[in-house]
């Protein structure tokens, strides 16, 4: 039985980067991945879908050139299939740059196949059984598919197996309106499908404030996609050449017909498969391993990271427990999750950058706020781009001057974002961000302007 210091399962986010610090510090590593090295944000998440996403906003900027005085003649056609291959390659550049520098790192030995525990300390992988005393589990997380009736008996798509649509779906239906469906929403309208997202709650992105999730809906709507909310799949059905949605919205029955139909309704941790039970692993009702402040499984020597433990749902978080764990492992330094501070993007054009609380959820605090807003239109740099779509707003604790959270939704609001993210790490008063002087013409430049308009919310 091969006998290892460590052995990481799956090449997520923080496996990688683990076995990289492990090995550094004299260890014997198996690190096992049974698919594509480099996991979900590399092959079927965040690398592609940016990807993708620059094509559809190089058809959306030419199409709209002429209010740029930029003249186009002829009609902006896309050819998927470079799309596709645009998207291949740069996938590929980020997949065996993790794949070549793991099967080149001395002291790390890879295994590709599925691995599951076979006893606490015991893992098999392609017939072999693995033991070491510190196990990491970093096996992500894949869509879940609701239980709606029909949806098996129709080829339906999900973010894996839309990377390999080359083509132009003529209308593709996606069920989920929250982050992943509607990116690919906006993606594929300015490619030039017709798109309906189709939402069970009241609203889009229903974790976010009313008044975000209502701008959201409003471009998403300009461009052309039809957005259904509070409306239930009740049964889906393939005739021919299309894909029927049945729908159940405020007690009335209508369908939806399109060619393609693509599940985008959340996501499910890749631990059933994993023999968790073997090793007296424990979970929650939803599969996602159960972990502490600093990612111990309630077996000792046994660590979960990235999406499968169920305290974030990002490439960031996951990169961020690889941290946690080599600073509380190699570097004698107690690094915490609960040290972070909320923080992602939402990748429509223009996107969303968030930071700590919501609005709504500040208001559940009955903490005494400030609140300080701006459209983007005002803001002299969108207004010179001609991207004025979108606000930004900022909370701020009354008594300790500390910001509690902020939304922008606009040009850059993905980066600008970070502003405030520093600030609040640095746990500085927000009079800090109000007394820089910032670029002029920039988007950033109106954060301090911003700090000097807040007022108490109401
Ligand atoms: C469409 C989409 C877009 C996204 N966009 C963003 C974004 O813009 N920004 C962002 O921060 N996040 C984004 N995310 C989320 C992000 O991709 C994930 O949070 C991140 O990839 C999680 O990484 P991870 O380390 O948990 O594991 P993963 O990246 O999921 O990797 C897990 C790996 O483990 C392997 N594995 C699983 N089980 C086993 C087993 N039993 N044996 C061996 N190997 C196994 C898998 O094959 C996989 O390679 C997006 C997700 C999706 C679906």
Redesign the pocket.
């Known amino acids: 039985m091969p006998k290892y210091d460590a052995i990481i399962?799956?090449?997520?986010?923080?496996?990688p980067a683990l076995a990289r610090r492990l090995v550094a510090a004299g260890r014997k590593v198996a690190i096992?991945?049974?698919?594509?090295?480099?996991?979900?944000?590399v092959n079927?998440?965040?690398t592609p879908?940016?990807t993708l996403a620059a094509s559809a906003y190089v058809a959306h900027v030419t199409r709209c050139a002429a209010d740029y005085g930029v003249i186009i003649e002829g009609a902006v056609n896309l050819d998927m299939k470079a799309v596709k291959a645009r998207k291949d390659a740069v996938v590929a550049v980020f997949r065996n740059g993790v794949e070549q520098s793991l099967k080149a790192l001395q002291g790390c030995t890879v295994y590709e196949g599925?691995?599951?525990f076979v006893g606490e300390k015991k893992v098999a992988v392609n017939g072999s059984e693995l033991t070491a005393d510190q196990i990491f589990i970093?096996?992500?997380?894949r869509a879940a598919i609701p239980p709606i009736p029909g949806l098996d008996q129709v080829p339906y798509l999900t973010?894996s197996s839309m990377m390999a649509v080359d083509f132009l779906p003529p209308h593709l239906v996606i069920l989920g309106g929250s982050y992943?469906g509607l990116?690919f929403a906006q993606v594929y309208r300015r490619f030039g499908s017709k798109v309906t997202v189709i939402e069970l709650g009241p609203r889009l992105i229903s974790r976010e404030d009313q008044d975000v999730s209502e701008a959201v809906a409003g471009f998403l709507n300009e461009e052309g996609i039809d957005v259904r909310v509070d409306s239930k799949v009740i049964g889906v059905e393939k005739a021919g050449n299309s894909i029927t949605a049945k729908i159940e919205s405020t007690g009335r029955i209508s369908q939806v017909a399109g060619t393609h139909i693509l599940v985008a309704t959340g996501?499910r941790p890749?631990t059933d498969?994993?023999g968790l039970d073997k090793a007296g692993i424990a979970t929650d009702a939803r599969g996602y391993i159960q972990v502490d402040d600093q990612l111990r499984t309630n077996i000792s020597g046994i660590w979960a990271?990235?999406?499968?433990n169920g305290r974030g749902?990002?490439?960031?978080?996951?990169w961020n427990d690889f941290e946690i764990l080599a600073a509380n492992l190699l570097d004698n330094d107690q690094r915490r999750v609960s040290d972070r501070i909320t923080a992602?993007?939402l990748?429509t054009d223009p996107p969303l950058g968030r930071a700590g609380m919501t609005e709504w959820e500040v208001r559940k605090t009955r903490k005494s706020a400030l609140i300080s807003t701006i459209a983007v239109r005002d803001v002299a740099r969108a207004y010179e781009r001609g991207e004025t779509r979108g606000f930004m707003k900022i909370l701020v604790d009354r008594d300790n001057k500390q910001i509690l959270g902020a939304s922008f939704l606009g040009l850059e609001g993905d980066e600008i974002i970070h502003c405030v993210i520093d600030i609040m790490y640095a746990k500085a008063p927000y009079t800090v961000i109000q007394r820089a002087m910032h670029i002029h013409p920039t988007v950033s430049e109106f954060i301090p302007t911003m700090m000097g308009k807040l007022k108490p919310l109401q």
């Open positions: 399962i799956g090449t997520g986010q923080s496996g096992i991945e049974r698919k594509l090295f480099g996991g979900t944000s079927t998440g965040c879908t940016k599925h691995g599951s970093n096996v992500g997380a973010n992943v990116e996501r890749n498969d994993l990271m990235g999406d499968c749902a990002f490439t960031h978080t996951s992602y993007a990748y």
